[in-house]
């Protein structure tokens, strides 16, 4: 078993900048792939970013590329999804999840493990 829980989410202006933490805590951090989805009112999971278990490869979703940076520290079992020049539709719960193997996967039921999701609300 793999706990998850993010922290970091907020109410901010459009442009400005958050940090989202997942910090995991049970079997080996090193051992999963670690990903980040959102989901907002009425619309499905999107795929948001993932990092391979090293941290070396990350995978972004077409609407965030360019402005989040995902990134890990196995040493802290912390995974961060970096969030910059926010934007209204980026506004959704954002979860952290974990799935074994290597692949990098965009499909939210390739993920095991699931944290309880962080709000994040940008206004313009």
């Known amino acids: 078993q793999v706990q998850l829980v993010e922290s970091g989410g907020g109410l901010v202006q459009a442009g400005a900048s958050l940090r989202l933490s997942c910090v995991a805590s049970?079997?080996?951090?090193?051992?999963?792939?670690m990903g980040w989805f959102r989901q907002a009112p009425g619309k499905e999971r999107e795929f948001v970013a993932a990092?391979?278990?090293?941290?070396?490869?990350?995978r972004y979703g077409a609407s965030v590329k360019g402005r989040f940076t995902i990134s890990r520290d196995n040493a802290k079992n912390t995974t961060y999804l970096q969030m910059n020049n926010l934007k209204p539709e980026d506004t959704a719960v954002y979860y952290c999840?974990?799935?074994?193997?290597?692949?990098?996967?965009?499909?939210?039921?390739?993920?095991?493990?699931w944290g309880q999701g962080t709000q994040v609300t940008a206004t313009s």
């Open positions: 049970g079997r080996t951090f090193s051992a999963y792939v």
């Open positions: 999840a974990a799935k074994g193997g290597f692949a990098l996967e965009d499909d939210s039921n390739m993920y095991t493990y």
């Open positions: 990092v391979s278990r090293s941290g070396e490869t990350p």
